[in-house]
């Protein structure tokens, strides 16, 4: 356990750090940090939301000449809301220091992105094609860069940028330092850096599984057209606070975010195809909880860092491992709780098994939830309003109409309808969703040593094993609380 003034960091990182509620490294930052100051190349590895940002954000910040006018250097991220939310991060780490990092990214005006590397940032935050734009353009300076870093590196190679990240890394000064990040490493990320980076130390936080302990994993076996009730239930059941809902293709998330409001939910989608300006309104609002769920694919997803988000909801299986640990891990951030459900098709199965065989971690089966519980829940929640309002001191007036009614009505009667009043309208409106054809088996998942027959004979450790306490306790044996954010003192 490392303190922040431990580091041998600067005073105003240090106080930067204080401000954001940070108080002790996460493990990924106590280990990377050290050796990124001595100015080494690094492969950074570590589970969803456990700080990886700042673990290359502190040490960049210590590396930059204040109040130069000089580029230094380049943060590469796969989707804009990535490279708009990496840059915000590492101005709040600057907020004591003159350096700022401006983001650049595709689907926003380039004369207005000029305009901003014309006051001289010395970080830039880009997605890879919107960068080499600038390049050809020549509105980037590349001479004085000496840092570069891979955020969610593999993203990016699974997004096709592999050639520009190959054209950006060969015109870079050679003299650099390279950082790259993610929480999953694909062997094909070995070729990057074999190439690009000068004999990096790979430094991956040793966990037993891939995924976080806080999030309590599970998964719901249905048939594809039972899919979108269950979701309707769990939603209800479960009344999360913020919420992902994960579909497959744009189409889906379209219908799906369709599908819900008809049936009365907030929610916004969102994907590749929106306009620039459309999906960071969405996300804002989301952010904000102007709405509480947001229905995404995977790539509008990848390194969100939304507090709040309780549940995600995984309505298709993703196509490979790698996509379910970055999607459940938008949830479980930074030593809160969190919950993912799975749904699975029974000709989906064996992904479910490659999934559980990467994370070694197995999810837990949950039957559907029924519409009983749903009512129940519906009822349960109005309720808890209705009883939370007539806590509040009523004005004698209204308490004297309340008088009339109870003399001339039956109390039971009038709660009833309250009750009925305050209960989420749950409507039968009909919903299109086109059929999602199951996922294709690839390749034959390894099963080796682990049965699904009965939970003892598994070898991944079943969340609910970890604690012996059981569910109810797992708070208190939270091992990942231990760089929790302090409480906010304002
Ligand atoms: N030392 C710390 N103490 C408390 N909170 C922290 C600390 N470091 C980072 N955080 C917060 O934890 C959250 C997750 O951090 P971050 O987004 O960097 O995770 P990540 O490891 O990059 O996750 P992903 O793999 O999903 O991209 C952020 O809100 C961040 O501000
Ligand atoms: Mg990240």
Redesign the pocket.
């Known amino acids: 356990m490392t303190l ?1 003034n431990e580091l041998g960091l600067h005073d105003k990182i240090i106080k930067a ?1 204080d401000d ?7 493990p ?2 106590e280990q990377v940090i050290p050796f990124a100051m001595e100015g080494m190349d690094i492969i950074g590895q ?10 290359f ?1 502190i040490p960049l910040l210590s590396k930059i000449e204040e109040g130069s006018t000089e580029l230094q250097s380049i943060v590469l991220a796969p989707t804009r809301e ?1 490279a708009i ?1 990496v840059s915000e ?1 590492i101005n ?1 780490l600057a907020k004591y220091k003159n350096i700022n990092a401006l983001p650049v990214y595709g689907g926003e005006d380039i004369m207005k992105q000029i305009r901003g590397l014309k006051k001289r940032p010395q970080i830039v935050v880009a997605t890879p094609g919107r960068f080499m734009d600038h390049m050809r353009r020549k509105t980037i300076k590349l001479d004085s860069i000496h840092t570069v870093i891979l ?2 590196a593999d993203e990016m190679l699974s997004m096709g940028f592999i050639e520009d990240i190959e054209t950006i890394l060969e015109e870079v000064p050679n003299e650099r330092q390279t950082l790259l ?3 999953t490493m694909p062997p094909r990320i070995k070729n990057i850096s074999q190439k690009f980076m000068q004999d990096p130390k790979h430094i991956a936080v040793k966990n037993k599984t891939m995924t976080v302990d806080t999030i309590d994993q599970k998964y719901i076996e249905l048939k594809e057209k039972d899919k979108f009730d269950a979701l309707c239930r769990l939603i209800d059941i479960n009344g999360p606070e913020l919420s992902i809902i994960f579909g497959r293709t744009k189409r889906r998330v379209d219908e799906l975010s369709e599908a819900l409001s008809i049936r009365g939910y907030e929610v916004e989608g969102i994907h590749g195809d929106l306009k620039q300006e459309r999906r960071e309104k969405v996300l804002r609002k989301f952010k904000r909880g102007g709405i509480k769920i947001l229905v995404a694919t995977d790539v509008a997803a ?4 939304i ?1 709040g988000v309780t549940h995600v909801f995984n309505f298709d299986l993703p196509q490979d491992p790698e996509s379910y640990v ?1 999607r459940i ?2 949830t479980g ?3 809160k709780n969190g919950i993912s459900y799975t749904f699975v098709t029974p000709r989906e199965k064996e992904h479910l098994y490659a999934i559980e065989a990467t994370t070694k971690r197995a999810m837990d089966k949950v039957p559907m939830p029924t519409e009983e519980q749903a009512k129940n829940a519906r009822y349960k929640q109005a309720a808890e309003k209705l009883i939370s309002i007539s806590e509040k001191t009523q004005t004698e007036d209204i308490k004297e109409a309340a008088k009339l009614i109870l003399e001339q009505y039956d109390a039971l009667d009038i709660v009833s309808a309250a009750l009925k009043m305050m209960t989420k309208e749950t409507s039968n409106a009909p919903v299109k969703l086109t059929e999602e054809a199951p996922l294709r088996v690839k390749k034959k998942p390894q099963r080796s040593g682990y049965s699904r027959n009965g939970e003892r004979s598994r070898n991944f450790p079943s969340k609910n094993r970890n604690y012996s306490g059981g569910k109810g306790e797992r708070t208190g044996h939270n091992k990942n609380k231990q ?3 302090k409480k906010a003192t304002s």
Request: charged residues 25%; proline residues 0%; aromatic residues 8%.
């Open positions: 922040f750090v954001m509620g940070f108080v002790k490294a996460s990924i930052q570590a589970q969803t939301g456990t700080g990886k940002t700042a673990a954000g990535l939310q991060e709040r955020d969610e990040f993610s929480a990848r390194g969100l860092d507090s970055h891990g938008r951030r930074a030593g760089y929790n954010k």
